[in-house]
């Protein structure tokens, strides 16, 4: 479960404060698809960072599973985004020197498992997202739609209770777009929490709830759209 | 259908074997795969290393030649010509000028204290076989008694023991200074340089034709790393007679010993015996070849200094640059989970690998520039020096890391969501 309790970031712009998130309250449970929705600049990004223990908050606090993460040490918070988060980025984020297979190893090795774990793990999480048969490829030699699949095994590698997605539609076309929708409605139903933030409000029909952020505020807070 | 996915299992299975992930992994992967972007990084370091390198084993030689030269020589007095100057010295008797074989009669016959051996000698370049060589007249038994290196040469000459070691029975050093020109060379016998003995294929016994004399190679001498290996001697007297020169020498080397000659009281006294020659000491001549070692060794920590400043401050660059190039890559790692201290550690090793390569590359291209330049720019034969190789890389290890700890820092200090809000 994560539980955000009385969320504030603010940013100083040229001497102003700005505010990314004010005093933003919600709990998703486990095993729900939650997509937030918000224009560009209305904090979105600082709110999935926020929860992924990557971005400190000015002002209250996030739980994870009851543990408050900002009480974490840096170390610890390392350890919860190996083992507790996986993260899916717009823009892939994949290491484009390394291989498919490699860049899902990548997070397999941080978590301490062995070269022989690393491989049939990442091997088998290619095979099910549909790239067995592209696990010498680079990102450089793949297409938009496979860098994303890419990503994605990784961000499950460590078979994460949560998923963290950033805007994981917004390179693709609608084929693809729909295509990776539904592999996380898949993944939601295999158990996994997934926080999603998008611009894109057609995205809301594939979640189990969702919420619309504007200047740093949640502003609606609903219940299953689709 | 059968074969196909055989041959995708074998794919599969090659793959895994191919694929192993470790931080020196992603870094090898990394540096393989933007190679052309290091290049001036590593060739930085290859130089610097690789300066130090060529300067510290031609000094090394430098310094080694000396010890040997004068190892070799013996002699710590020369008498020369008037127009003789110090770098003259392991060739002094070939400066053209002569002097009065009589001088050698002046110091046995005066009065001098500490004079334990005198050594005349008469040079001329000869033809033999097509073979340049130089020919050098000796007085047998005072060359041998300066020269510990020739005392392996067979059973011609006796080894001579301690200060005031002249093989002759004296009742005290003013009389033994006056018997020490002993003939043990017969007017037909030559002993010959090991180098020469190579060129012209000559062995104990062998005739050889010198200006139509024939001569017999009475012993072959051990190599010396000197200029001895390259030359033929002979008698004084039958090379004055050869060349019709009279009675006269090119240079008389001296073993002078006691307090005599450290209070310079032997030197003085020589000035006033021979106002016409130079006279100078071993001192002069080891402080000349200290002052060009040492400048050497200056030189060589100068380089290393513009190495560390000039290679730390590019090293220091290109980690900012590709530390800046691989934000993205940073988010991404820091994302899934990697701590700050595995960010650090994959430039610090990236940086020992630099470090590493330059070393070892540094290492070759300074001994092949040292083993190619050093004979022409210190007239030294020099050779590689492994030991040098374990210096290069330890210094280049450290120059690349230090170098790379502060972007290092700020690589691990990196805000994720700075970077990740970019994205």
Request: aromatic letters at 6%; hydrophobic letters at 45%.
């Amino acid at each position: 479960m994560i539980k955000v309790e009385n969320l504030s970031k603010k940013y100083k712009v040229k001497g102003k404060d700005i505010f990314a998130l004010r005093e933003v309250d919600f709990t998703i449970e486990d095993g729900e698809f939650v997509i937030i929705v918000g224009p560009s600049g209305s904090g979105k990004s600082t709110l999935l960072l926020t929860l992924g223990g990557l971005i400190h908050p000015t002002s209250g606090k996030v739980f994870l599973d009851g543990k408050s993460i900002y009480a974490l040490s840096v170390k610890e918070r390392a350890e919860m985004r190996k083992t507790s988060l996986g993260f899916i980025f717009q823009t892939f984020n994949l290491i484009p020197y390394l291989t498919s297979l490699e860049n899902v190893q990548v997070p397999l090795y941080l978590a301490g498992k062995s070269p022989v774990e690393q491989k049939n793990i990442a091997t088998q999480l290619l095979t099910k997202v549909g790239l067995g048969d592209r696990l010498e490829h680079k990102p450089s030699e793949s297409s938009v739609g496979q860098q994303q699949r890419v990503a994605l095994a990784r961000a499950l590698a460590n078979n994460p209770a949560v998923l963290l997605a950033d805007e994981p539609t917004g390179s693709l076309d609608p084929a693809l777009s729909e295509e990776l929708l539904s592999w996380l409605v898949t993944l939601q139903k295999e158990g996994h929490t997934i926080v999603m933030v998008t611009h894109n409000r057609d995205a809301v029909r594939y979640a189990t709830r969702s919420m619309t952020l504007i200047n740093g505020s949640v502003s609606e807070n609903g219940q299953i759209v689709s | 259908m059968r074969r196909p996915l055989l041959a995708a299992v074998a794919e599969v299975a090659a793959a895994r074997q191919r694929n192993k992930m470790r931080s020196i992994n992603i870094v090898i992967k990394e540096l393989y795969e933007r190679k052309s972007r290091l290049l001036t990084a590593l060739i930085i370091i290859i130089l610097g290393i690789g300066v130090i390198v060529g300067i510290r084993t031609m000094t090394h030689f430098s310094e080694k030649a000396v010890a040997r030269e004068l190892d070799s020589l013996g002699a710590n007095v020369l008498i020369l010509p008037k127009s003789a100057t110090i770098s003259d010295y392991y060739t002094a008797d070939l400066v053209g000028e002569e002097l009065p074989e009589a001088y050698v009669d002046v110091i046995t016959t005066s009065d001098l204290q500490g004079v334990d051996n005198l050594s005349p000698k008469l040079t001329f370049p000869v033809t033999i076989d097509e073979e340049d060589v130089y020919l050098t007249g000796i007085l047998p038994l005072n060359e041998f008694t300066s020269k510990p290196l020739w005392q392996t040469a067979g059973t011609i000459f006796s080894l001579p023991e301690g200060c005031g070691s002249v093989s002759v029975p004296v009742s005290d050093k003013a009389t033994s200074t006056r018997n020490r020109t002993i003939d043990s060379l017969a007017p037909n016998e030559v002993l010959v340089g090991s180098e020469v003995a190579s060129r012209l294929n000559l062995l104990v016994d062998s005739p050889l034709i010198i200006k139509g004399e024939e001569f017999t190679v009475t012993a072959i001498l051990p190599q010396t790393g000197t200029v001895d290996d390259g030359r033929i001697f002979a008698h004084l007297h039958t090379v004055q007679r050869l060349f019709e020169t009279g009675p006269v020498v090119n240079v008389i080397e001296m073993v002078g010993c006691c307090s005599e000659l450290s209070k310079g009281l032997l030197v003085d006294g020589l000035n006033k015996l021979l106002p016409d020659a130079k006279v100078v000491t071993i001192g002069q001549i080891v402080n000349t070849q200290q002052n060009t070692n040492n400048m050497m060794s200056k030189f060589s920590v100068i380089s290393l200094i513009i190495v560390v400043l000039i290679g730390g401050i590019s090293i220091a660059n290109y980690m900012f640059a590709n530390i800046h190039e691989r934000r993205k890559e940073i988010g991404a790692l820091l994302a899934i989970g990697a701590t700050p201290g595995k960010i650090c550690a994959i430039f610090l090793i990236k940086a020992a690998i630099l470090g590493l390569v330059g070393g070892i590359i540094g290492y070759f291209v300074g001994t092949i520039l040292a083993v190619t330049l050093g004979p022409r720019i210190a007239d030294v034969p020099v050779l590689p020096l492994p030991s040098l190789l374990g210096y290069s890389v330890l210094i280049s290890i450290l120059l690349t890391t230090l170098s790379s700890l502060i972007p290092a820092i700020r690589a691990a200090r990196m805000d994720p969501a700075d970077i990740l809000r970019e994205i």
